[in-house]
């Protein structure tokens, strides 16, 4: 693998992956779709375990992914690896020394081996611990790796400065999520998805949590009601909580230490179930595009 000024982060061509190989147990998760908040949460609680307290002993990097690595990767060797966050979409992995921002793209793949393999032609970034080898492997280059001082230094708020909060977080809260939908003309649906408001909610999960909450996806967010909000702030908790503790949408778990694996997308009530009756009332399930985006509803359950 050439090295390069420039970072990498790994996204695969219509697959997240994770994987994690330790002790002769490999844990592997894989999505079609673009990975979301409840995707990268999952990423997160992988690989937290294999690598917290790791010291970094070797960076090789290939070609440049969308954004710059930001600083000498020789520099990160002999810091330690204190443990990996989530903002948003975005991990964040606490250094002895700085920090780590890693961005999975459209669609990502992490690994990390006992030992470091021979690279192949997607393989961009390798970080070496004393733990094992995180790689990170991205046909598309879609993603990226960042170095910052720290979570308040400029370089960070660059990327997560915009964001807004956190749903799974006691500052989500029901009367603050109201009064900044109350402010906005927006369709809610596009506005979930645009993060500035509530961090996270994808595409699939905008789709539920409207559903669940009764609320038409065209709806002017300044239009929803103080009990409907309310109703939606519930939804979205709710949904993206089931999500994670099942692994994601079309996540599945090859560990077979307990045998599960789980797929979000077999529980969803109105996302890719176009022309299909919806699971409550049997009206058949529409499809419009909005912002580019599918949105599947009910037109009979979401009136509202």
């Known amino acids: 693998m050439p090295q390069s000024s420039q970072p990498t982060i790994s996204t695969r061509s219509s ?3 994770f994987s994690c190989t330790d002790d002769n147990r490999s844990f592997a998760f894989a999505a079609p779709h673009m990975p979301e908040l409840p995707e990268v949460e999952v990423t997160r609680l992988g ?21 710059p690595l930001q600083y000498l990767p020789q520099n990160l060797v002999g810091r330690t690896i204190l443990d990996v966050r989530r903002r948003g979409k975005y991990l964040l992995m606490d ?3 700085g920090l780590l921002l890693w961005h999975l793209g459209m669609s990502g793949s992490l690994r990390v081996w006992p030992r470091r393999p021979e690279p192949g032609p997607h393989d961009h970034f390798d970080l070496v611990t004393s733990q094992g080898c995180l790689r990170l492997n991205d046909p598309r280059r879609f993603g990226a790796v960042v170095y910052a001082p720290g979570q308040d230094s400029p370089q960070a708020q660059q990327l997560l400065g ?3 909060v956190e749903p799974l977080e006691p500052g989500f809260e029901p009367q603050s999520f109201y009064q900044a939908l109350h402010q906005r003309r927006t369709a809610i649906k596009p ?7 509530v961090v996270g909610v994808g595409n699939i999960y905008a789709c539920e949590a409207l559903f669940m909450a009764g609320i038409r996806p065209t709806l002017s967010a300044q239009r929803i009601s103080r009990s409907r909000a309310t109703a939606l702030h519930g939804a979205i ?3 993206l909580s089931r999500a994670i503790a099942i692994g994601g949408s079309s996540l599945r778990d090859f560990s077979g230490t307990e045998g599960q694996s789980g797929y979000f ?14 699971r409550d009332c049997g009206t058949t399930v529409r499809r419009k595009t909005q912002g580019q985006r599918s949105t599947f509803y009910c037109p009979q359950c979401q009136r509202a």
Do not use: F, N
Not at 47 to 67: C, D, F, H, N, Q
Not at 265 to 278: A, H, S, W
């Open 15 to 17: 697959t997240l992956i």
């Open 95 to 97: 250094l002895s020394e």
């Open 47 to 67: 690989l937290t375990g294999p690598l917290r307290g790791a010291r970094i002993e070797a960076v090789y990097m290939g070609k440049p992914l969308r954004w």
């Open 191 to 197: 506005l979930l998805l645009g993060g500035a408001v």
């Open 237 to 239: 908790q709710q949904v």
């Open 265 to 278: 997308q077999l529980e969803t009530k109105v996302y890719d179930r176009e022309g299909l009756p919806c």
């Open 162 to 164: 915009h964001l807004g």
